[in-house]
């Protein structure tokens, strides 16, 4: 997911976030999901 690969490049979460026009809360539901082991993310 393009939100996640930013945050993992370096980008701030509020970057992303006007960068991709979503929710902070959205954004960091995604990030949080990619950093847990399993399927959810």
């Known amino acids: 997911m393009l ?3 930013r ?3 370096g980008w ?3 970057d992303v976030v006007a960068f991709r026009g979503v929710h902070r809360v959205t954004a ?3 990030v949080a999901r990619s950093r847990t ?3 959810r993310a």
């Open 3 to 5: 939100a996640v690969r």
């Open 28 to 30: 960091a539901t995604w």
């Open 7 to 9: 945050v993992a490049a």
């Open 12 to 14: 701030s979460q509020k």
């Open 37 to 39: 082991p399993g399927d």
